[in-house]
C-alpha cells in the first residue's frame, strides 16, 4: 500500500474500536493511520510501533514539514514550538496531530500515509 485515500481512512471513537483496528494491522504487518473523533476536533494517529520499526530522523522531518505545509500555522502559537507548528506531536514512532474537521484529518492521514507506509523510512 503506498498511501489511503482520504475516505479509506478509518476513524475510531471507543477504546475497542481502536483495539480492533490495530489488532487488523498488526496482523496485515501495517501500520496504523487512523482518526480518532475527540470531543473537539479530530486527531489523525499513526503508529508504527506494533510493527517494531520506527520512521527515519529525515522521515519524521519530512512529515512535520509537510504537515505545517500543507496547513495554515495557527494564529497565537509559538513559532519555536514544535508541537504548535505541527498541530500536535509527531515522533518516529507514533504520533497525534489535531484537525478541526473529519474532512481535514481525513486529508492530512492520506498525506502522511505515504510517508508511514514507505518501508524505505523505516528502521
Known amino acids: 500500500m503506498d498511501q489511503l485515500a ?3 481512512v ?5 477504546s475497542d474500536q481502536r483495539h480492533d483496528l490495530w489488532d487488523r494491522c498488526e496482523d496485515r504487518g501495517q501500520p496504523v493511520i487512523a482518526i480518532r473523533d475527540a470531543r473537539r476536533g479530530f486527531i489523525v494517529r499513526y503508529d508504527l510501533q506494533h510493527l517494531n520499526v520506527e520512521l527515519r ?4 522531518q519530512n512529515l512535520r514539514d509537510r504537515t505545517r505545509e500543507w496547513r495554515a500555522y495557527p ?3 509559538d513559532p519555536v514550538s514544535e508541537t504548535e507548528g505541527v498541530g500536535g506531536e509527531a515522533g518516529p514512532v ?3 496531530l489535531h484537525a478541526d474537521t473529519e474532512d481535514d484529518a481525513r486529508q ?3 498525506r502522511l500515509s505515504s510517508i508511514v507506509f ?3 523510512n523505516w528502521i
Open 75 to 77: 494564529p497565537k502559537t
Open 118 to 120: 514507505d518501508r524505505r
Open 10 to 14: 478509518p476513524v475510531y471513537e471507543t
Open 94 to 96: 507514533s504520533g497525534d
Open 57 to 60: 530522523q529525515e522521515s519524521v
Open 6 to 8: 482520504p475516505h479509506h
Open 108 to 110: 492530512l492521514a492520506s
